[in-house]
């Protein structure tokens, strides 16, 4: 979560002004709109995922009550971030004015510091954050995570429209 937090409120900003937003800005501001539909399709498959390698047996079943809610709350999150990214974008293209940049900069550090500070303090009981990052600490996720991921992405169709 802390690396998807820094990409999208740290660095997807200067990567689009790098890459360049211009020439044709409005099709490649739809096509950066289009990846929040692929997003969407992928929030659950990332929690279901996350779920199966923790075995987070009780996770799924607070996901099951909470219906579509917390996947609804994660995507506007990232669909909002993403778009504060494109902003930012913007201004740093087309503005010439120092004071304008040293904003952005301050807007992106801002907003990327108190996301991470977000992801990094979760509200869980303590007990649970030790038991997780002793998890995480003995037997690094990341393969059992990507075999998961794959496991459920190919159990839900992704379409990129």
Known sequence: MLGISAHINYDLAFALRDVSIDPDR???????????????????????????VYDAEGYTRIDDVLGSFDEEFMLIGLTEARSLAWHNAVLLTDTRSALVRQFVNWRVRVVSTGAGYFV??????????????????????????RDAFQRRAEDEPISVE
Request: a positive charge; aromatic letters at 0%.
């Open 120 to 145: 990094l303090v979760p509200s869980a009981d303590r007990s649970v954050l030790r038991a997780l990052r002793r998890v995480e600490r003995d037997n690094p996720p990341i393969g059992p995570l």
């Open 26 to 52: 409005p099709s490649k501001h739809r096509d950066h709109d289009r990846i929040n539909g692929l997003l969407s399709q992928l929030v659950d498959v990332v929690q279901r995922a996350l779920a199966d």
